[in-house]
């Protein structure tokens, strides 16, 4: 046996384990197991109850210290005995004697997991509940195990207790270095996750957006087939600890592939921001390439196509409403990779289930909630408040001669909001809230305007005529505008801001059109 | 007073105070002033000596507690008396009564820091000394005094030491709770970054890419002026622990925004790829609009900015060498946001100086170290290995009766380098290493390649012919490499792996041009 293989190995026998858990479910497997290999309990508390009252032998934590516990249990386990009989070094002869010198025994497993805090916010908004929940005894416990992993056990989550009899019937009583590391790993992402926790807390508390040091952490939920490309490897995380799904529930089809998923946020968020009006999203390749609202879902669906029926092919399709048989029998025509509806009716699942490569998506319980936008680097990242607006209806300006009405102010909303959604340098084209041509990610905004009108012209020219066109940022030049103008665009709506802002309205006033300034900029990258 | 202020300000008067400190500097000051608030000193170790010396009146932790410090002072505020003295309700009858029965004292103030964990991994790759210098009892002691903030202070951070001293002085020996709560916030954020430290290094250390917990933190460099726009409050944080800047050097022009730094590092990474030659990019809105590389530095600028002088404007500049006076004297015709450099001459500085709403950065120290890739989202991310590679040159296929020679191959990977960069879907055309058509974000390919092809041919129709295309993705169709072909594309490099791909491969035969495939796809959103 080779000295790494050996040192991977490195049993140790168990003698005395402390108990302290909030999660029992499982628990009297692992005394089952314990009363087996002749280890000694010490608990106290509710869990010393609990062991008790199942008919094991548990000593309580304060016969074990000699040490009553006091202020209603904020002082319980930290004590020297205890702390002791975890952290001595078992290899070093003068910890060896200073812990015989004091009688102390050797404390060799450390089952502790605490009351979640995530689960004390939802359950109350009092802050001094909330403090008093923050648990320092425990995580003390878990640290101090985990740090002395090269003799001692730490099992900090429930999941982990069949692992632990697992690991214990395999090697009679004892336990693996190889083991032990794994668990003490995992326990100080628990401390850290629980101390994040807190802070976050804090900060929402004290309305800090931007503390000193800002921690996010997820849990992880799927390993993928692959990233970005087939030779990445990847992983998706929940930031919800709550509960590890992401609130939307696939019902059909092969699993999420990393492309899926950055596509359907960018569908969600963009469809989930459209109230009550039936509305389809076509994503492909992060940029809506069909978005339109309509009375009629099925007409949703079918103008949202048209916007762009050549990218659409293989892009994900987003509703904010149920799929009923007429509209599968449509969506059956293309080929898509997912689909997302509130709720699919029994006969258009069947019908859709049928293509097996199909990712049926159910987002019922799907919500938004407008967390902090965050763009990581190699050695940093980049923290701001979330895009929320569109426009404020009462602080946009009609800078044309001609004035919108009302029903083409509510068209302008939709296409500057769609052009939110698309990547800068943003361009949309919409007609009776249908997009007809998208321009996205260009490095120069007339590139833009270029694309969106020759993507109207090339599919559905004869809607170009009196359409609405909004555009992310403002016109540097009025030669955007001139192109969309051509093209038949008869109301304008972007931010404003340009110093050359009065000859883009000239060049509108003389084409007669109308023109609106929001004051706001949406730059998406 | 109204009772939300009288909260705010609810003061403590401090009676004993524990100190444990790794960082000394300016703790005299603050012992200046606990003196003068006669407040008593517990202190051990380091530090206990450190207080005496200075001529401060301390007790050692062990003559508080009555218990000597054991295992190497892994055993030593681990102990009741402490920690009822931090964790006591000084509200509540029944825990001070419990005080006053076992005669312990309050601890009002906790002055602690800890040796960082990230310093002991640059000091040593021995895990055996690394894992020794995870602290136990300091997280304990600062989380402990950090929970009860109410009615004690925690300074966990050395650069809190001056504020400590103003607010002990305002409010002659108490503190408020504003300030408690503050530093206990920071507190938890520190215990929270200490154990996400040492978890990521378990993991590094057992190579775990994708832990089932995994953590992000950041300490903030700067708050920016806004985000990506203008109604978006946001801030910049570094992931580097060790110091706090980004690894560039601004040494003129204004402070850089969001959208500045998005641009930066989507020119850096693309940048630090290419090795050796001479090197231009020029970003705009986080896509390339010119890449070029030449023994010429002068003329990796000029080509870079002849791809898309349109665009070129107003964008962000990269050089992997040193800007002289005559490359300043060309820069300086157009406007640019950032100019990023290997350093400046001093008369190109004088020159570029002038311009005060150019930023200028040394990119000498920058390096980029690869860190997986994660995105964002409102209750998720996705984690993945960094796309590290181009192309292998023993893997890839020359797929057309005609071959490419060695250069070929060579500009071949160049395009193909540059496409990596490119937002999908992403057509790049080259000649003699430098961009002529980049087609970027678009919802399909052929789009892409119209778009590639247009921007050739507005500025650049010459460089058309025998030119090489390079395409992040196969080609599902042969429509795109047709359009390429007829603008005058020579060679084309793609991944290949479509079912289409015979057609493709056809259709560049008829054409007699030269096809490459990769094997490698770069979807980058």
């Given at each position: 046996?080779?000295n790494?293989?050996k040192?991977?190995?490195?049993?140790?026998?168990?003698?005395?384990?402390?108990?302290?858990?909030?999660?029992?479910?499982?628990?009297?497997?692992?005394?089952?197991?314990?009363?087996?290999?002749?280890?000694?309990?010490?608990?106290?508390?509710?869990?010393?109850?609990?062991?008790k009252?199942?008919?094991?032998?548990?000593?309580?934590?304060?016969?074990?210290?000699?040490?009553?516990?006091?202020?209603?249990g904020?002082?319980?386990?930290?004590?020297?005995?205890?702390?002791?009989?975890?952290?001595f070094?078992?290899?070093?002869?003068?910890?060896?004697?200073?812990?015989?010198?004091?009688?102390y025994?050797?404390?060799?497993?450390?089952?502790?997991?605490?009351?979640?805090?995530?689960?004390?916010?939802?359950?109350?908004?009092?802050?001094?509940k909330?403090?008093?929940?923050?648990?320092?005894?425990?995580?003390?416990?878990?640290?101090?195990?985990?740090?002395?992993?090269?003799d001692v056990t730490?099992?900090?989550?429930?999941?982990?207790?069949?692992?632990?009899?697992?690991?214990?019937?395999?090697?009679?009583?004892k336990?693996?270095?190889?083991?032990?590391?794994?668990?003490?790993?995992?326990?100080?992402?628990?401390t850290?996750?629980?101390?994040?926790?807190?802070?976050?807390?804090?900060?929402?508390?004290?309305?800090?957006?931007?503390?000193?040091?800002?921690?996010?952490?997820?849990?992880?939920?799927?390993?993928?087939?692959?990233?970005e490309?087939?030779?990445?490897?990847?992983?998706?995380?929940?930031?919800?600890?709550?509960?590890?799904?992401?609130g939307?529930?696939?019902?059909?089809?092969k699993?999420?592939?990393?492309?899926?998923?950055?596509?359907?946020?960018?569908?969600?968020?963009l469809?989930?921001?459209?109230?009550?009006?039936?509305?389809?999203?076509?994503?492909?390749?992060?940029?809506?390439?069909?978005?339109?609202?309509?009375?009629?879902?099925?007409?949703?669906?079918?103008?949202?196509?048209?916007?762009?029926?050549?990218?659409?092919?293989?892009?994900?399709?987003?509703?904010n409403?149920?799929?009923?048989?007429?509209?599968?029998?449509?969506?059956?025509?293309?080929?898509?990779?997912?689909?997302?509806?509130?709720?699919?009716?029994?006969?258009?699942?069947?019908?859709?289930k049928?293509?097996?490569?199909?990712?049926?998506?159910?987002?019922?319980?799907?919500?938004?909630?407008?967390?902090?936008?965050?763009?990581?680097?190699?050695?940093?990242?980049?923290?701001?408040?979330?895009?929320?607006?569109?426009?404020?209806?009462?602080?946009?300006?009609?800078?044309?001669?001609?004035?919108?009405t009302?029903?083409?102010?509510?068209?302008?909303?939709?296409?500057?909001?769609?052009?939110?959604?698309?990547?800068?340098?943003?361009?949309?084209i919409?007609?009776?809230?249908?997009?007809?041509?998208?321009?996205?990610?260009?490095?120069?905004?007339?590139?833009?305007?270029?694309?969106a009108?020759?993507?109207?012209?090339?599919?559905?020219?004869?809607?170009?005529?009196?359409?609405?066109?909004?555009?992310?940022?403002?016109?540097?030049?009025?030669?955007?505008i001139?192109?969309?103008i051509?093209?038949?665009?008869?109301?304008?709506?972007?931010?404003?801001?340009?110093i050359?802002?009065?000859?883009?309205?000239?060049?509108?006033?003389?084409?007669?059109?109308?023109?609106?300034?929001?004051?706001?900029?949406?730059f998406?990258?």
């Amino acid at each position: 046996m080779g000295n790494q293989k050996k040192y991977l190995i490195m049993l140790r026998k168990i003698r005395n384990a402390i108990i302290s858990v909030y999660e029992k479910e499982g628990l009297t497997q692992v005394l089952k197991v314990l009363k087996k290999y002749k280890i000694n309990i010490i608990s106290s508390g509710g869990t010393y109850k609990y062991i008790k009252k199942k008919g094991y032998k548990v000593r309580e934590v304060s016969e074990f210290t000699g040490f009553e516990e006091m202020l209603d249990g904020r002082v319980k386990t930290l004590h020297p005995k205890i702390h002791s009989g975890i952290l001595f070094n078992r290899r070093k002869n003068k910890h060896i004697k200073e812990m015989s010198t004091k009688n102390y025994e050797s404390i060799d497993l450390v089952i502790v997991n605490f009351y979640p805090f995530l689960e004390t916010l939802n359950k109350t908004n009092n802050p001094k509940k909330i403090i008093e929940n923050i648990d320092i005894g425990g995580p003390t416990l878990v640290r101090a195990a985990a740090k002395n992993f090269e003799d001692v056990t730490i099992v900090s989550d429930c999941k982990d207790y069949i692992n632990l009899i697992d690991e214990l019937k395999k090697n009679k009583g004892k336990t693996t270095l190889k083991f032990r590391e794994k668990m003490a790993n995992k326990a100080f992402s628990l401390t850290s996750g629980y101390d994040a926790t807190i802070t976050n807390w804090f900060n929402k508390k004290s309305n800090i957006q931007f503390p000193e040091r800002k921690i996010f952490f997820g849990n992880k939920i799927d390993e993928l087939r692959y990233g970005e490309n087939p030779h990445q490897k990847s992983s998706i995380y929940s930031t919800d600890q709550k509960n590890l799904n992401l609130g939307f529930n696939k019902i059909s089809g092969k699993e999420l592939s990393y492309n899926n998923y950055n596509d359907i946020y960018a569908g969600l968020e963009l469809l989930l921001s459209i109230k009550k009006i039936p509305t389809t999203v076509i994503i492909k390749h992060a940029n809506p390439c069909g978005v339109a609202s309509n009375k009629s879902p099925l007409q949703s669906f079918k103008d949202s196509k048209s916007s762009d029926p050549v990218s659409a092919f293989g892009g994900i399709v987003a509703c904010n409403f149920n799929i009923n048989i007429s509209l599968a029998t449509e969506i059956n025509k293309t080929f898509f990779e997912v689909i997302l509806a509130r709720g699919f009716d029994k006969n258009a699942l069947k019908l859709l289930k049928k293509k097996k490569n199909m990712r049926l998506i159910d987002i019922s319980n799907f919500s938004v909630k407008n967390r902090p936008g965050v763009k990581i680097f190699d050695n940093s990242f980049l923290l701001q408040e979330k895009d929320e607006v569109v426009f404020d209806k009462k602080k946009i300006k009609f800078v044309t001669k001609a004035k919108p009405t009302k029903l083409e102010i509510n068209e302008a909303e939709f296409a500057f909001r769609v052009c939110k959604f698309v990547k800068s340098n943003a361009i949309v084209i919409v007609k009776n809230k249908a997009t007809i041509g998208i321009g996205a990610g260009q490095q120069n905004r007339l590139d833009s305007c270029r694309i969106a009108s020759e993507k109207a012209k090339q599919f559905q020219p004869q809607k170009l005529l009196n359409s609405v066109a909004a555009s992310d940022a403002f016109f540097p030049f009025p030669d955007g505008i001139k192109t969309l103008i051509k093209s038949g665009v008869k109301i304008i709506v972007q931010p404003g801001g340009s110093i050359r802002d009065q000859e883009v309205i000239d060049a509108a006033n003389k084409a007669k059109i109308k023109m609106i300034f929001t004051g706001v900029r949406h730059f998406n990258h």
